[in-house]
């Protein structure tokens, strides 16, 4: 395999393993976080915890091996992310409020900002309403970057139930978001 394009150069050798963590931090947080924030169904709260997670466990890894054995450290980070949300929720309730998607900050919004954070919000309460497991394997494929079978394997199922539960969280979201579903 080659290394994405996306991933920052391997480190020189001596690079102590703090400077390869803050590099991998100021690449790719911003991302990270935003596929942790879809994964907790825009629960902010479970996405900043799950981010910090995914680079503990970074840390951890760049301490034991050397740091070019993860070919690409972007898909690395969002798929432990993304599985601590949803193996998280798992052991906890099984329906988390959306409290915390709508930051109080006081400022006006254009119309086309207020109309995009609607349908956002949309989008997230419609996430927030499928089963578990739609929800777990729509979020491992579509936001984790997991195949199919990785996704089959984490949910403890058949690859065949995975493409079923995404099709029909697909269904939902359409169904709950208006979306109509020609062709």
């Not at 409020?97 to 919000?121: C, N, R």
Request: aromatic residues 4%; hydrophobic residues 40%; negative net charge.
């Amino acid at each position: 395999m080659s290394t994405v394009a996306d991933d920052p150069p391997p480190q020189q050798a001596g690079a102590s393993g703090e400077k390869q963590i803050e590099d991998l931090y100021a690449a790719f947080h911003p991302v990270v976080l935003r596929k942790a924030t879809l994964a907790a169904a825009g629960c902010t709260a479970d996405a900043w915890d799950a981010t910090q997670h995914a680079f503990i466990k970074a840390w951890e890894h760049t301490n034991k091996l050397p740091l070019n054995e993860v070919v690409s450290w972007k898909g690395w980070l969002i798929k432990t992310a993304v599985r601590h949300v949803l193996f998280t929720r798992q052991r906890h309730a099984s329906h988390v409020p959306l409290e915390d998607t709508d930051p109080a900050d006081g400022q006006i919004l254009l119309e086309d900002h207020v109309v995009l954070k609607e349908t956002y919000q949309s989008i997230m309460e419609a996430i927030g309403q499928l089963s578990e497991r739609q929800r777990q394997a729509l979020v491992l494929v579509h936001i984790g970057g997991c195949s199919t079978a990785e996704a089959a394997a984490d949910m403890g199922v058949s690859t065949s139930t995975v493409r079923n539960l995404i099709h029909q969280a697909r269904a939902r979201l359409m169904n709950a978001t208006g979306e109509a579903s020609d062709g």
